[in-house]
């Protein structure tokens, strides 16, 4: 799985995700969400395998154990390389989740990586202690699922940048921390509350990032990326 910059294709159709993409002249670590998904199906990660492209697949499975573990067990054939549920469906549903994909996995393939969701980078703490009533901090919530997580032997989490060290101290620094809410220093924050720059997202401990407008609504796609896997990089 690349550790180069994830690029957010939220577009409304293939036609246009294809487009974006034909611009790039190197594969490309993709995340496909359910604006996407739900488009084009199963067909839209086949395609971008094929095109050679490493591919996230962000559906947020969040329902009973059994549900999800038979989700995971069709989306293994898919071919996805990371995908992943919310973390707040328990630890039954997780371990159910990761036992699916093994399941569904073809055998001498290695399993899809799998990460849940903590808390929402567009959640702030005040809407998480108000509307969810979780009346603990945010740094608090998030790595309480992450050691959920990790009980459930997931391979990591999403969260923000603000985050991530707590989670290396609590779980380890093999555990993935995929953090999206990542802009350029004159970006606007758009609907993210809990945001950072690249070279930020690395020295306060992301193992991934996710970047989606700062990339595809560009100028220039391309040299937009170029521009934020230089500042990822520098900071490795």
Same mark, same amino acid.
């Given at each position: 799985?690349? @550790? ?6 939220? *577009? ?7 487009? *974006?993409?034909?611009? *790039?002249?190197? /594969?490309? *670590? ?6 996407? #998904?739900?488009?084009?199906?199963? !067909?839209?990660? #086949? ?36 995908? @992943?549920?919310? &973390?707040?469906?328990?630890? &039954? ?13 073809? %055998? ?7 990460? &849940? ?5 567009? +959640? !702030? ?18 790595? @309480? #699922? /992450?050691?959920?997580?990790? +009980? ?6 999403? $969260? ?10 609590? $779980? ?6 995929? +953090? ?7 970006? %606007? ?9 690249? &070279? ?6 992301? /193992? ?16 937009? #990326? ?11």
């Amino acid at each position: 799985m690349k @550790n180069s910059p994830i690029i957010a294709l939220d *577009f409304a159709s293939a036609k246009e995700a294809y487009q *974006f993409l034909t611009s *790039f002249e190197k /594969s490309l *670590f993709v995340k496909v969400g359910m604006e996407l #998904y739900l488009q084009e199906g199963p !067909s839209i990660v #086949y395609k971008l395998k094929e095109m050679g492209h490493d591919v996230f697949l962000d559906l947020k499975l969040h329902d009973i154990p059994n549900t999800v573990g038979q989700a995971m067990k069709g989306l293994a054939r898919l071919g996805a390389d990371l995908v @992943n549920v919310h &973390a707040a469906g328990g630890t &039954a549903m997780m371990i159910a989740a990761r036992e699916g994909l093994e399941a569904g996995t073809t %055998a001498g393939n290695k399993r899809p990586s799998i990460i &849940a969701v903590t808390q929402l980078t567009s +959640t !702030s703490e005040l809407q998480m202690q108000q509307q969810q009533l979780i009346q603990t901090t945010m740094d608090e919530s998030v790595v @309480n #699922y /992450s050691e959920l997580a990790k +009980t459930a032997a997931l391979d990591g989490v999403v $969260c923000s940048v603000l985050e991530a060290k707590k989670i290396v101290a609590a $779980c380890g620094p093999e555990f993935l921390r995929v +953090t999206p809410g990542i802009r350029i220093a004159d970006g %606007a924050a758009h609907d993210q509350v809990r945001v950072a720059t690249p &070279a930020n997202a690395r020295i306060l401990g992301s /193992s991934h990032i996710v970047v989606g407008r700062s990339i595809t609504k560009a100028d220039n796609p391309v040299q937009a #990326y170029e521009n934020i896997l230089k500042m990822w990089e520098e900071h490795t």
